[in-house]
């Protein structure tokens, strides 16, 4: 099985910064797209940014220029850099990752447990 953890979220006040982290365990053959997605109380779930194994990311326009999502392969991990965050950024932030468990399976959809973010004004 594969396991996904997050880690680093918090409070911070508008205008700071919080880093998350998401580290997958298990036993796989391979990670390919991982992601960041948020829900705030009421709303949807939406995607935040996603980058693929070869690092090529894409973010969604609320985001762009604030966060950056980046990876370590060998740790298996995957970042979400968050500066000038402001109160709408408030949410549980949720990793997710597309998983080959074998080279002759198709890839799979994994989320971890989430990790609270909140920015007061």
């Known amino acids: 099985q594969v396991q996904l953890v997050e880690s680093g979220g918090g409070l911070v006040q508008a205008g700071g910064s919080l880093r998350v982290s998401c580290v997958a365990s298990?036993?796989?053959?391979?990670?390919?797209?991982m992601a960041w997605y948020r829900q705030a109380p009421g709303k949807q779930r939406e995607l935040v940014a996603r980058?693929?194994?070869?690092?090529?990311?894409n973010y969604a326009d609320f985001v762009k220029g604030r966060f950056t999502i980046s990876r370590d392969n060998a740790k298996n991990t995957v970042y979400l850099q968050m500066n000038n965050l402001k109160p709408e950024d408030t949410a549980v932030y949720s990793c997710?990752?597309?998983?080959?468990?074998?080279?002759?399976?198709?890839?799979?959809?994994?989320w971890g447990q989430g990790t609270q973010v909140t920015v007061s004004s």
């Open positions: 997710n990752a597309k998983v080959r468990l074998k080279i002759i399976m198709n890839e799979l959809s994994y």
């Open positions: 298990g036993s796989f053959f391979s990670i390919n797209d």
């Open positions: 980058i693929s194994s070869g690092e090529s990311t």
